[in-house]
Every structure is written in structure tokens, then in C-alpha cells.
């Protein structure tokens, strides 16, 4: 079992969509992250939750809504996302926010904004 | 500048040889340097950590350079299975957000 499972692997939407995606971690860590990561760029930091409070929010757009119900899962929401938003969206978990920098990926959602 | 930098390749190299590519940072106050490795259309996955005295992994050797901020990595006898893209990636421990990764340096081993 990996430690950290990320559904869907693919999903397609429309523009007026909405849809989740879904990370569960097994590795009993405190911080979960959601990164995008896009052709030749990059991977960008979304947002940080600590012990399932949102610590660090990278100036996303409202159209990407966060969800920590607990320290094990996290969700993304989209929403009349744009054709620019297709992406691949990894989650990632550490064990504390201020980790040293080892995060443990899922094998991330790949995104396709029609 | 780009906060961190890699040469994004391709690096194309026939099996067995030595192969080495750098990486390079602009926060002086980065204390963590990791090189991950990436496979096509997978999650990435830390290869190792580079410590200030460097440090060896079989094939694999990490160097930190902190007076010219870069960091390096090195494989040796190059396996086909070495085939990847190499994020570098520096932490200066102030937040998440200072976790930056490189772009990326693309490897392709050939037989």
C-alpha cells in the first residue's frame, strides 16, 4: 500500500463542472500539501495544512477550494476551472510543516479542463 | 533569477557512463538541499539528501557547494533504469512555500 493515494488518477471537466479530488496518507504525518505541477514548470505550491488547519494559502484562485477534514485526508474542490488550469495536481505529506523539505507524493490526479 | 535553476537537458548518455549535473540556488539562507527523481508521468520521490559534506548512495554521490549556492549530483555506471527527470529541491525552513523545486534536469540513458 503507498502511503499516500491520490483519487481520481484522471478526470476530464468541463468549465462549469465542479468536482473533487481526493488524498489519503497512511504515514501518520501532521502537514498535507496540494502542489500543481505543469509542462516545463516547475511544481507550484497550492496550499499547506497543518494538523488540518490551512496554513499557507499561495495566492490560488477562489476557483480551487481546499478541504482538511482531518490530518489523514484532503480534498481540492474545482469549480468553473479555466482550459489553463489542466495540470497535474500532486498531494503531498510531510511530517510537520516545517519539515526539512522529504515530502512523500501520491501519484497525483491528472487534470484535463475542456 | 529563477530561485532555483537546473540545466533542463536532455542529458542523453550511453549506459555505463558518468554522468553529473548541477543545480543552482539564490537564498543564501537555505539550509536542506534534496535531489528528487521523477519518472515520466509519476509522482516524484526523494532520491536522496545532500549534506554539507557530501554524501554517497552506491552509484549516486550529492556535493553542496554553499559558498557558490549549488548543489550537484553524480551517478556513476549509468543504468538504463536511471532514466528520469532530477528535481532539485532547497529548503530554507522558514515556511512550506520555501520549499522550491528546480525544473528539473531530464536524464536518458540509451543502450
Known amino acids: 500500500e503507498t502511503g499516500v493515494t491520490q483519487t481520481p488518477r484522471h478526470l476530464v471537466m468541463g468549465m462549469t463542472n465542479k468536482k473533487s479530488l481526493k488524498c489519503e496518507q497512511h504515514?501518520?504525518?501532521?502537514?498535507m500539501y496540494w502542489y500543481k505541477q505543469s509542462a516545463k514548470k516547475p511544481l507550484e505550491l497550492m496550499f499547506v495544512?497543518?494538523?488540518?488547519?490551512?496554513?499557507e494559502n499561495n495566492s490560488v484562485p477562489s476557483r480551487f477550494s481546499p478541504e482538511c477534514p482531518n490530518s489523514s485526508h484532503l480534498f481540492l474542490h474545482l469549480h468553473t476551472l479555466q482550459p489553463e488550469d489542466s495540470a497535474l495536481y500532486l498531494c503531498?505529506?510531510?511530517?510537520?510543516?516545517?519539515?526539512?523539505?522529504?515530502?512523500?507524493f501520491g501519484e497525483g490526479s491528472r487534470l484535463t479542463v475542456l | 533569477r529563477k530561485e532555483v535553476e537546473q540545466d533542463p537537458g536532455p542529458f542523453n548518455v550511453p549506459e555505463g557512463a558518468t554522468v553529473a549535473f548541477n543545480c543552482t540556488y539564490s537564498?543564501?539562507?537555505?539550509?536542506?538541499f534534496f535531489w528528487y527523481r521523477q519518472d515520466c508521468r509519476k509522482e516524484p520521490k526523494l532520491l536522496m539528501s545532500v549534506y554539507s559534506s557530501g554524501n554517497e548512495d552506491g552509484r549516486f554521490t550529492a556535493q553542496l557547494n554553499r559558498a557558490s549556492q549549488y548543489i550537484s549530483l553524480l551517478i556513476r555506471d549509468s543504468k538504463l533504469s536511471d532514466s528520469a527527470t532530477y528535481l532539485c529541491v532547497v529548503n530554507d525552513h522558514s515556511s512550506a512555500s520555501k520549499i522550491i523545486f528546480g525544473s528539473g534536469t531530464r536524464l536518458s540513458i540509451r543502450p
Open positions: 495544512y497543518s494538523l488540518e488547519e490551512r496554513v
Open positions: 503531498a505529506s510531510s511530517q510537520d510543516r516545517t519539515s526539512t523539505g522529504e515530502l512523500f
Open positions: 537564498n543564501s539562507a537555505s539550509q536542506s
Open positions: 504515514l501518520g504525518h501532521n502537514a
